[in-house]
């Protein structure tokens, strides 16, 4: 018995490691993903991207200057991102969606905004 039992030991463990790898693997949803624009070279790319009321949307400035994420109306802004910063909000459908830079006025883009 013994002798079989040691037999046996590899074939459990083979069929519980192959049983581990067919388990279901929970993926967030694509809403959650927030909607992230890089700002970089005095641009904002992607200059238009879908974003879905609700999403989180992040604005990272890759430029060594600072930068800021104003709509063009100022009803929502984000203030000065500094050189290396980041800033981030939630996509609402009041939000105007096109946008600028405060200190770079020609920097301008707009948000796709879809609601539900
Ligand atoms: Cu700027």
Known sequence: ???RRRLLE???ATF???AALHLPIEVPAAADAPVVIEIKGFEYGPESPAVAVG???IWRNLD???HSVTAVDDSWDSGLIAA???WQTV????MVRDYYCRFHP???????????
Do not use: F, H, N, Q
């Open 1 to 3: 018995m013994v002798i």
């Open 10 to 12: 590899p074939a459990v």
């Open 16 to 18: 519980v490691a192959t």
């Open 55 to 57: 999403d989180v949307v």
């Open 64 to 66: 060594i200057v600072p």
């Open 84 to 86: 290396g910063g980041r």
């Open 91 to 94: 996509a609402t459908e009041a």
């Open 106 to 116: 020609t920097m301008t883009a707009s948000l796709k905004i879809d609601s539900y």
